[in-house]
């Protein structure tokens, strides 16, 4: 799905790579692109917007404490093309997601792979170059 | 760079490349407007031109915006108002649709790493179809306020809206909604970039 765009820069004035043409503008860099954490919640909160495609989800741990994650992805543009929609989560969903965390260590990700509870997967994992 | 460009790149606090850091000013990180060049060089959303006789529209998806370019032979103005995709017109040489523009609003950044561009600027953009569906366009920008030479960049792909011509593919409405964006920033944005 990445379109190569070669650029000839006679006067070497600027340098932009195509990566940063087409990455996520300023928000993947928050992310630690080398691990990757699994948590499983229900959907607290689905935006169907541009720029960016998120969802918030709460997770509760074996104290029975509940953390509220938010795992984000791509534009609607890109994300239709993977059979997502504006239904494609509703709030109460349990989803088992896959993130590339924040790197200060917020409960929040860059999404990787989600798996919901009818086995519907979408799965990134292997389509972003760590930066 | 000239001192002046220097000073509004040393400013800028890009969200991505190699000076890329979270959070950051990048004016599309609050719903700004991108500006041409960089709308011409972003690969994420696509764009579609619509020919008439007397002007050419390209229609960027992000933002829906559009963007006018004059075919009927007037002249560029000679002291344009500032506008974020500039005043444009085009003609014909052989197959080489060129496009001629001035009067660029110094506000936005022409890329992500936040290289800036002047009201003095000046861009020609040069289009061909090389085949059924694919345009390719070389850009050239003079902007001797901001840069002691010109760049240019050759052979780019337009990221049109064709994925091969399908009648079927429509183009969104990609508009960029400042209280969606505010939300996502304090929701996921700065929690996930900002120590605590």
């Not at chain 1, 969802?55 to 994650?69: A, C, M, N, Q, R």
């Not at chain 1, 989600?114 to 990134?124: C, F, N, P, S, Y």
């Not at chain 2, 007037?74 to 001035?102: A, C, H, M």
């Not at chain 2, 040069?126 to 050759?154: C, G, S």
């Amino acid at each position: 799905m990445t379109r190569v765009i070669k650029y000839v820069l006679t006067a070497g004035l600027l340098a932009i790579s195509a990566s940063l043409a087409l990455a996520h503008h300023g928000s993947r860099i928050s992310y630690d692109m080398s691990q990757m954490v699994t948590v499983k919640g229900v959907v607290t909160e689905y935006s169907w917007n541009n720029p960016h495609v998120y969802f918030l989800f709460d997770v509760k741990d074996e104290t029975g404490k509940v953390t509220s994650w938010a795992a984000e992805t791509d534009p609607p543009s890109t994300m239709t093309r993977y059979g997502w929609s504006k239904n494609y989560l509703k709030v109460g969903d349990e989803v088992t997601v896959t993130v590339w965390p924040s790197k200060v260590g917020a409960p929040r990700g860059f999404l990787a792979k989600l798996v919901k509870a009818d086995g519907t997967v979408t799965d990134h994992t292997g389509q972003l170059p760590p930066e | 760079m000239t001192a002046w460009a220097q000073a509004r790149y040393d400013a800028a606090k890009p969200g991505l490349g190699p000076r890329g850091r979270p959070l950051g000013n990048d004016p599309i990180m609050s719903c700004n407007p991108m500006g041409l060049v960089r709308s011409l060089i972003w690969g994420l959303y696509p764009a579609e031109i619509i020919q008439t006789p007397k002007e050419t529209f390209m229609l960027f998806s992000w933002f829906d915006t559009r963007r006018a370019i004059w075919t009927d032979a007037r002249k560029l103005p000679t002291d344009p108002e500032p506008r974020f995709y500039g005043y444009s017109i085009g003609q014909w040489e052989g197959n080489t649709f060129v496009v001629e523009s001035n009067g660029f609003d110094d506000r936005v950044w022409l890329d992500a790493d936040g290289h800036p561009v002047s009201q003095d600027a000046s861009l020609e953009e040069r289009y061909r179809r090389v085949d059924h569906d694919t345009i390719k366009f070389d850009l050239i920008l003079t902007d001797p306020k901001a840069y002691t030479q010109p760049w240019v960049a050759k052979g780019l792909t337009a990221n049109l809206m064709t994925h091969g011509l399908d009648p079927t593919v429509e183009m969104r409405e990609d508009v960029c909604i400042p209280s969606v964006e505010a939300k996502y920033k304090e929701e996921v944005r700065q929690p996930a970039g900002e120590k605590h």
